[in-house]
């Protein structure tokens, strides 16, 4: 059999170099040289065929409608560009890139004129009336103006209303309503004037959101290494409305740690008296925290779909209303338990000692208690007026009535201790003052810790005889009195 020439051979390659030669040569004249029309905007571009052919025809038509959409004029009024850079702290540059952006993905009324592609290549060719694109533009500007300035009247309306998570929520939508057309200055009329629609939106914001306030109820939170926290965290939302404070229910929150595991990130809604909680067992000890932080969750106000950046900085630079809790952390159970109970609580002392129908302030058990509970973190609040102890005794005896004292200060604890008995005296010869005292009689201890019954006891009993005096032997019983206390208090904690 006879081999073939060389020139049969080399005749199919050739043929394969002409064909890739003659598809190079049919390229349109649009690819090779850029239409100029007065009349249309012009967005060609190419991209490399690799990956799969929807991948490299969308990346395509993507570079085609950003070249079409940067051939679009768009003027950028120039106040706004420094009141975005001041509010956002995006740099100017950023700015105007973002509101191109704006322009691209508002971009609609465009057609396909031709697609070409070659072995390598796949080039698209868009266009896009200039009139048309015009007519379209100031349509849906309308429509967003309208929108938006419906939303702000809604809003104010919620606001009215003390419907404060309403408002926020028309708001933050207005905003989304104009993004769009971030950098123009859209105006709208109410109630009979014109103004700047994007600001009005963000003053409005802006100045209910500085007027919310997050209230944790204890600053500072004690947690024991190893162990779960056994009670809840409670967070109050409220706002002041002609100079009342009230809660403010239905509010999104959201709890973080700043370090460690726990339960971060978790999200609440306040109850319908503005309050929300941290469930118990969320935060451990044994986590690296040291803070745990609630914030108005803004993310659940606002739309957030397709935001643009430089509405997310404009979001992101509102005063947000945040409370801050500080983690103590204790070794032993015992200190942990006095500063569970004590650690940023407001605790009224009332201590007395009665004799026959006298009534002597008891100082001594008062300043035990006092330095107790400081060394544990609690805050000592004292009555005003010093005859307003009369009516916290008064209270004693029937604590289910009203709270006697209107000037007093809220505690969250009201301890009272109280002697009533007889002050027995007998000669004594050897003593220089002439005589022994002794006490005998009734002592009760009694805390409560809301204006509810928290801890109660009481016991009959008698002091040694004393030679230094009435004084002294009261001192002397208040050390047994507070000792008695620790204990028993102590008890009532490990419960």
């Known amino acids: 059999m006879k081999t073939p020439p060389k020139s049969i051979l080399f005749l199919p390659i050739l043929i394969l170099c002409l064909f890739v030669g003659a598809a190079h040569a049919k390229a349109p004249t649009w690819v090779i040289t850029r239409p100029l029309s007065n009349d249309y905007y012009i967005g060609i571009d190419k991209s490399d065929k690799q990956g799969s052919q929807e991948s490299y025809r969308q990346a395509a038509q993507n570079k085609a409608l950003f070249d079409l959409s940067s051939q679009i004029s768009i003027e950028i009024a120039g106040e706004f560009v420094d009141v975005a850079v001041e509010r956002t702290g995006l740099s100017e540059q950023e700015v105007r890139m973002e509101i191109r952006a704006a322009s691209q993905a508002k971009l609609s009324g465009h057609e396909l004129v031709d697609e070409w592609e ?9 266009r896009i009336s200039k009139a048309l694109y015009r007519r ?12 938006a300035r419906d939303m702000l009247l809604k809003a104010r309306s919620a606001h009215a209303s003390a419907e404060h998570v309403s408002a926020l929520r028309f708001y933050f939508e207005a905003l989304n309503r104009i993004q769009d057309f971030v950098g123009e200055n859209l105006q709208a009329s109410i109630a009979g004037q014109e103004v700047f629609l994007f600001n009005e939106i963000y003053v409005d914001l802006q100045r209910l959101m500085a007027s919310l306030k997050l209230t944790a109820q204890r600053s500072v939170l004690p947690v024991m290494s190893g162990v779960t926290v056994a009670t ?6 409220s706002i002041k409305d ?31 008296n503005g309050i929300v909680r941290y469930g118990p067992g969320d935060i451990s000890a044994t986590d690296t925290a040291d803070r745990l932080r609630a914030r108005i969750d803004v993310q659940n106000l606002f739309p957030g779909k397709d935001t643009r950046r430089f509405f997310q900085a404009l979001i992101e630079k509102i005063t947000i209303p945040e409370a801050d809790i500080f983690l103590k952390s204790f070794a032993d159970r015992e200190n942990y338990l006095w500063h569970r109970e004590f650690l940023g609580q407001n605790i009224l002392i009332v201590c007395d000692y009665q004799v026959g129908a006298g009534e002597v302030s008891w100082d001594k058990i008062g300043d035990e208690l006092v330095n107790f509970i400081k060394e544990k973190d609690g805050r000592i609040q004292r009555l005003r007026d010093p ?13 289910v009535s009203a709270w006697p004292l209107t000037d007093a200060p809220e505690a969250d604890f009201v301890f009272i201790v109280q002697a009533h008995g007889k002050m027995k005296k007998r000669e004594n010869a050897q003593n220089p003052f002439g005589e022994d005292v002794q006490f005998a009689g009734k002592i009760s201890t009694v805390v409560h810790k809301t204006r509810k019954l928290h801890f109660s006891d009481q016991y009959r009993g008698a002091t040694g005889w004393n030679p230094l005096g009435e004084e002294m032997v009261m001192d002397v019983l208040a050390l047994h009195v507070f000792k008695r206390w620790k204990q028993q208090y102590l008890k009532r904690l490990m419960e």
């Open 118 to 126: 070659s072995r390598k290549e796949y080039w698209v060719y868009y």
């Open 136 to 147: 379209l533009q100031a349509a849906e500007r309308q429509k967003a103006i309208l929108s």
């Open 232 to 237: 809840p965290v409670s967070v109050r939302a």
């Open 242 to 272: 002609s100079g009342v404070e009230m809660g403010v229910p239905g509010l999104p929150i959201v709890f973080s740690l700043d370090n460690g595991s726990g339960n971060a990130d978790q999200k609440s809604m306040t109850d319908t």
């Open 387 to 399: 005859s307003s102890k009369r009516a916290i005794l008064d209270w004693l005896e029937e604590p």
